[in-house]
């Protein structure tokens, strides 16, 4: 099966004893939103996993605005959230899947395989009709051992080393204006890295807020997988980024790296080139 699971295969499973139901409702610039909002209303037995505080790293000089956390920081993460080796783990979000993709990709990159993100997510399973609650459940640590995937990351040396390379597409998943340097709302720098080609990650969810289908997703990445050996994604900060990890992976690519620190890491070093306009 997919990734992406349904309303209904959720409603199905969900107190089922290897389900870990996780929470990642964040709106940017409302810090304490997603988490209000958690504590107002979420799936029954939901834990709530903050993107600032769990899901990214303290920021520095280097590495974007929403740096990974340190590895065994976010293991110790998982383990507190009940998430073992043969979990099976739902994420969600209300921001077209977003947030709960960053949480998807990131448990894939620790190794753990079985984790789904939850089609058109919390407000359509509340609209639904289906239980919602306030009560936060009492959370037993599981035992996690990752087995780290750095096949599926590249860093600002790796980016550098393969622009414009042969069979390598590397996608900026941002909207189209701030591909093209138009504007630039949240980063000190506008454009884009040279040689990307722009995939709103939006894109990926259909008019009625479902996910496309895996053959409707093959069909938008068809005109640059000809002779692609390797995909690198990136978007401002690498978490809506990873929307267009889990459409890549959706659409059956492997070869599908997140750059981490993104845009913002990318201007961070002064060396760096940067492009505007259309490619």
Not at 103 to 114: I, K, N, S, T, V
Not at 144 to 167: C, I, M, N, S, W
Not at 198 to 203: A, E, M, Q, R
Request: charged share 25%.
């Amino acid at each position: 099966m997919g990734a992406i699971v349904s309303k209904r295969w959720l409603l199905a499973r969900m107190f089922e004893p290897d389900i870990v139901i996780v929470d990642c409702r964040f709106q940017l610039g409302e810090r304490e939103a997603g988490y209000e909002a958690y504590l107002e209303a979420h799936i029954p037995g939901a834990v709530y996993l903050d993107l600032e505080r769990d899901l990214s790293g303290p920021v520095g000089p280097f590495g974007g605005r929403q740096p990974l956390p340190d590895r065994d920081a976010f293991v110790q993460t998982v383990r507190k959230a009940g998430i073992g080796n043969d979990s099976r783990v739902v994420a969600y979000d209300d921001q077209g899947g977003a947030m709960a993709a960053r949480f998807w990709w990131m448990l894939r990159y620790l190794g753990h395989e079985a984790v789904f993100v939850l089609d058109e997510g919390f407000q359509s399973w509340q609209e639904a009709g289906f239980p919602v609650t306030a009560d936060r459940k009492v959370v037993v640590p599981a035992y996690f051992e990752p087995r780290l995937r750095p096949d599926l990351v590249a860093d600002v040396a790796q980016v550098q080393a393969k622009l414009h390379q042969q069979g390598v597409v590397l996608i900026d998943s941002r909207e189209a204006p701030r591909y093209r340097g138009e504007t630039e709302p949240i980063d000190a720098v506008a454009g884009h890295i040279p040689g990307a080609v722009n995939l709103f990650w939006k894109d990926n969810i259909a008019a009625d807020g479902t996910w496309k289908s895996a053959d409707q997703l093959r069909e938008r990445f068809a005109v640059y997988a000809e002779g692609a050996e390797e995909f690198i994604v990136y978007c401002g900060s690498g978490v809506t980024a990873c929307s267009n990890v889990l459409a890549l992976t959706e659409a059956g690519f492997n070869s599908v790296k997140l750059y981490a620190g993104s845009w913002s890491d990318w201007i961070s070093y002064a060396d760096n080139q940067i492009a505007t306009g259309e490619e």
